[in-house]
T-cell receptor, first 114, second 109 residues
């Protein structure tokens, strides 16, 4: 247990569905992150929130919509996804930069788009 | 562009020593990280280097040479449970982590 939880752990959805991924951290951190991990590829940073404010959006398609209601919770809303969006979606948290060293990751949501 | 290179896969024998290399080209440098990721699990933090030299933590050590853009992770007395992917990441001038694709380490008895 790293103090970061994600639900659901597995999700299968059609291209016309709408679903949401949830992340919660119990570490008292103020920065939260969404990453996409595809097989044999580097982790791709999608979004960064510092103190609930979005500070990074790395050219992510609008079919992915993040939400950070408070420093402990992070959501990723999904709609009209494509099969190439199938991947492991990881949430992480840390202290706010620049003082932070490591990020703490959740177990991820394995997403399959059919 | 920014780039992190590490071998895709390595194989080693239980009880032996293995060195996983990482080279990087990034815009700025604010530290290098190694993470371990077992299949189907979250990456977990192993080590952090910001100054040149060797950092030792039990069976694991990490080395950094900033002038060469190079790091390695050294695993000693390998155990079967060390079979995992090892991810190298560099924090750039904007304090964002740039990740390598990971090295899958296979331990054989």
């Amino acid at each position: 247990e790293t103090g970061v939880t994600q639900t659901p752990r597995h999700l299968v959805m059609g291209m016309t569905n709408k679903k949401s991924l949830k992340c919660e951290q119990h570490l008292g951190h103020n920065a939260m992150y969404w990453y996409k991990q595809s097989a044999k590829k580097p982790l791709e940073l999608m979004f960064v929130y510092n103190f609930k404010e979005q500070t990074e959006n790395n050219s992510v398609p609008s079919r992915f919509s993040p939400e950070c209601p408070n420093s402990s919770h992070l959501f990723l809303h999904l709609h009209t996804l494509q099969p190439e969006d199938s991947a492991l979606y990881l949430c992480a948290s840390s202290k706010v930069q620049p003082e932070s060293h490591e990020q703490y990751f959740g177990p991820g949501t394995r997403l399959t788009v059919t | 562009g920014q780039n992190i290179d590490q071998p895709t896969e390595m194989t080693a024998t239980e009880g032996a020593i293995v060195q996983i290399n990482c080279t990087y080209q990034t815009s700025g440098f604010n530290g290098l990280f190694w993470y371990q990721q077992h299949a189907g699990e979250a990456p977990t933090f192993l080590s952090y280097n910001v100054l040149d030299g060797l950092e030792e933590k039990g069976r694991f050590s990490s080395f950094l040479s900033r002038s060469k853009g190079y790091s390695y992770l050294l695993l000693k007395e390998l155990q079967m449970k060390d079979s995992a992917s090892y991810l190298c990441a560099v924090k750039d001038s904007n304090y964002q982590l740039i990740w390598g694709a990971g090295t899958k380490l296979i331990i054989k008895p």
